[in-house]
């Protein structure tokens, strides 16, 4: 059983940054890919940022690559999401979660995902 919490939301002007953190409970943090989604008032939850277990290899589709960065310490059981030149668009909750498959063919879609946090809420006004 993996528990996880976000923190580190805000408000936040077009073209600033944050940091986002999603602290793991439990002992067995390295053995678990981690993502982040988010997820838009009447919109589907979508992949924002992945990792592997190490960290050695990430992954982040076209629309925040170059902008969105993940890293993780599992010394510290914590992984992070550093998000620069945010735009209105980026707008939503942002999630955290937890994964044992780290496929290519799955690792794009919620369901792949074992484990979640409650969210956080980012909001970029123009």
């Known amino acids: 059983q993996v528990q996880l919490a976000e923190s580190g939301g805000g408000l936040v002007q077009a073209g600033g940054s944050l940091r986002l953190s999603c602290v793991a409970s439990?002992?067995?943090?390295?053995?678990?890919?981690m993502g982040w989604f988010r997820q838009a008032p009447g919109k589907e939850r979508e992949f924002v940022a992945g990792?592997?277990?190490?960290?050695?290899?990430?992954d982040y589709p076209d629309s925040v690559k170059g902008r969105f960065t993940i890293s993780r310490d599992n010394a510290k059981n914590t992984v992070y999401l550093q998000m620069n030149s945010l735009k209105p668009e980026d707008t939503a909750v942002y999630y955290c979660?937890?994964?044992?498959?780290?496929?290519?063919?799955?690792?794009?879609?919620?369901?792949?995902?074992?484990?979640w946090g409650q969210g956080t809420q980012v909001t970029v006004s123009s």
């Open positions: 979660a937890a994964t044992d498959n780290w496929g290519y063919s799955v690792r794009y879609y919620p369901s792949n995902y074992n484990y």
């Open positions: 439990g002992r067995t943090f390295r053995n678990y890919a």
């Open positions: 990792i592997t277990g190490s960290g050695a290899s990430t």
